[in-house]
């Protein structure tokens, strides 16, 4: 047992299988990835299994890789997250709704519009995760020939962070009195002006202008947002990726972290490495929670589930399988023999968390080329894969001891794999005291058990008023 230690799991549900062959398994919905209908479906059954949240990635272009293989994913239409999670969050009520916004390629008034609304609809449901962007696809589609530098990235994306929370304390909690008899509607004493100036958030319409003419550009954000602060203060805060710039950045800025571990040695080092960085700027470890994704095949037998397993990793085709290696690499190996094993990969501005992890995978498991695309395209990071008890046994011993406070978990295909999840893995969860009952309140803060953040601005604890 693991007394008052308690699992928080959030659903990855976009695409909503990770798997490539998800799609093309029997019984899957071909089209879950673009279906509302189902999509509400699913979202409720999650609500059902008091999950924590439902989790958007999202792709500012189409996936960088060959049409053949482009041809063959299920991914390569997919609906905007803030569109989807506002229509989900009528059908739900705990939940927490979390979306992929970039730091690079947007703004951040826009980005804090977005997810003060979002909260605002959901009732405090909204979570941010704050992505870079690697895909070198993305920055043809926002007027740059190339993308930006990896560590460039994450120093602006520190910057937009500062510029979107100061956005959403642009108002006191109880700035908006409404009163008709006076007819005044807000405190004027109770609004803020943030006033931001820097040379990282720039239109890439300057940047590039900045750069043709040798000088630097600074793009002012006034403010004040013209939205009344999130019931949440501020939307819960995501992030991902292992690289030292992306661990310093969620160190400081996140309080939910989606990791990426293989095993639970790997996961045990990144939770105590994250956890230290957090205490030693002053941080309560306990402010930040590490859910390693995981993919999750149940079936009634360990043999039956691998069996499923098997099958559904016989779907992809070698096409994806090297497309899908030369976009966690950064680099075209599809050159080489597929027999021979993976040549030195060179540093790029691509994201550096999968190139490590892929090319740990194949030093540890001496993977030729062909066995790494097969494995990668398939689905190579961290699976439980076999009955609700040894599934419930794996989650308990890496809550235990310390490799994660939960999992973003990943189902095979559905509906069968979200359904088995839900109804034969939870219960197991809860039987042995490591899995809610009922949700601890309406807010995800307060499901996730974390602070409300005060506002930097303004001294107050009156709740928000929407």
Known sequence: MSGSKQLKLGAFMRPVSIHTGAWRYPGALPDANFNFPALKKFIQKLEQGKFDAFFMADHLAVLNMPINALKRSHTVTSFEPFTLLSALASVTEHI???ATASTTYDQPY??????????????????????????????LNFGLEEEVDHDERYVRAREFYDVVTGLWDSFAD???????????????AKIHVLGHKGKHLLQNTYLNLAKAENRDFFLS?????????????????????????????????????????NNLEVGKAFFADIKGRVRAIGRDPDSIKILPGVLVIVGETVAEARAKRLHLDSLVHYDSGIASLNSALGYDVSRFDPDGSLPEIPQTNAGQTSRERVIALAQRENLT????????????????VGTPQTIADDMEQWL?????????????????????????????????GIFRHDYEGKTLRENLGLARPANRFFQTTTASVS
């Open 110 to 139: 826009h980005i804090a519009r977005r997810f003060a609304s979002l909260d605002h609809i959901s009732g405090g449901r909204a979570g941010w995760n704050i992505v870079t962007t690697s895909n070198p696809e993305a920055a």
């Open 96 to 98: 927490g709704l979390v």
């Open 400 to 432: 235990t001891e310390e490799g994660s406070d939960g999992f973003n978990v990943m189902f095979p295909f559905l509906p069968e794999g979200l359904n088995d999840f839900v109804d034969k893995v939870v219960p197991e969860l809860q039987r042995r």
């Open 174 to 188: 109880d700035a908006f009195i409404r009163d008709v008899e006076s007819g005044i509607y807000f405190d004027s």
């Open 221 to 261: 954000v006034r403010g004040p947002l013209n939205i009344a602060r999130p019931i949440q203060g501020w939307p819960v805060i995501v992030q991902a990726g292992a690289s030292e710039a992306g661990r310093q950045l969620a160190a400081a800025t996140a309080e939910v972290i989606f990791a990426s571990a």
């Open 369 to 384: 080329i062909g066995q790494l695309a097969q494995r990668i395209g398939s689905y190579g990071g961290l699976a439980f």
